[in-house]
């Protein structure tokens, strides 16, 4: 039985951004959209996913979890704000403009302005020390595959819980886009591609979770779980490993923020 459907891996590169948080470049905002607080007792399960061409929907994310997404990065690295941008779930749902499905880097560049809007935040970047993991491949080489998937295709990395596992299908994905979803929704810290891999690769990746992981928002799996541990399944399915170090991170520190308006 599928328990809840984690977080969808939206791999996005980012915009340029400037010392105090702005965007440099143009992007287009969403055509419409609400941000709602999610009550307590409703706060299960998170996602950000397209549904069709032109709905965006992120489902109970705090702010800190939004910026997260937006910029790519590990929640560890932001810092800074008032209680409440780790304290409230929202719901974002919007309609994106133009007539074909927007990319992703496109998603996200909407989601930027958005939360900038909305929310008013105000932040800027700091070179900092952080405890990392670095991906790199293990003895005896990589294991992937070259995708099949169309050139073109979008990346994806959607992660489903189970009552003892999770399962991650990733298709079209490069390594980039592999540490980036594992930094910023799976691991409780940054990770580094130094795999040297340059191409794009379906894969499919089962493990066990434990209590760090996901952010705390799921239990660890029992010990009697017939999945690996997720550094064992890297190695073992996927040829590559996840190693422990420290590393200079461009980190992110919110000036200012406000609870958004009602819609």
């Known amino acids: 039985m599928v328990r809840w459907i984690a977080v969808s891996g939206l791999v996005m590169g980012s915009l340029g951004l400037g ?17 709602k607080l999610v009550d307590p007792g409703e706060r299960a399960g998170r996602f950000i996913r397209m549904e069709g061409d032109h709905r965006f929907i992120g489902k109970n994310y705090t702010l800190k979890l939004l910026i997260a997404a937006a910029y790519e990065l590990n929640p560890k690295t932001i810092s800074g704000g008032p209680g409440w941008v780790t304290e409230d779930h929202y719901d974002v749902v919007a309609v994106t403009p133009g007539e074909k499905k ?26 900092k020390e952080f405890s990392i993991y670095e991906l790199s491949r293990a003895k005896g080489g990589s294991k992937l595959k070259a995708s099949t998937q169309a050139p073109d295709e979008a990346p994806q990395t959607i992660s ?6 999770i399962k991650m299908p990733a298709r079209n994905v490069s390594m980039g886009d592999f540490a980036s979803v594992l930094q910023r929704a799976i691991l409780d810290r940054p990770v580094v591609d130094k795999t040297g891999l340059t191409g794009r690769y379906d ?7 434990d209590e760090t992981q996901l952010s705390g928002d799921i239990p660890a799996a029992p010990a009697d ?14 040829g590559l490993k996840l190693e422990e170090t420290k590393g200079m991170v461009n980190a992110l520190v919110i000036d200012g923020a406000h ?5």
């Open 259 to 263: 609870r958004p308006l009602e819609n």
């Open 203 to 209: 894969f499919d990746l089962e493990w066990a979770p």
């Open 19 to 35: 010392a105090q948080g702005t965007v440099a470049g143009k992007a287009e905002p969403f055509e419409v959209a609400t941000i």
């Open 160 to 165: 489903t819980v189970y009552p003892q596992k």
């Open 102 to 127: 927007p990319s992703r880097d496109q998603q996200m560049a909407m989601l930027r302005l958005l939360i900038s809007e909305r929310f008013a935040l105000k932040f800027h970047r700091e070179q």
């Open 225 to 238: 779980s017939p999945s690996p541990p997720l550094f064992t399944a890297v190695q073992e399915q996927l």
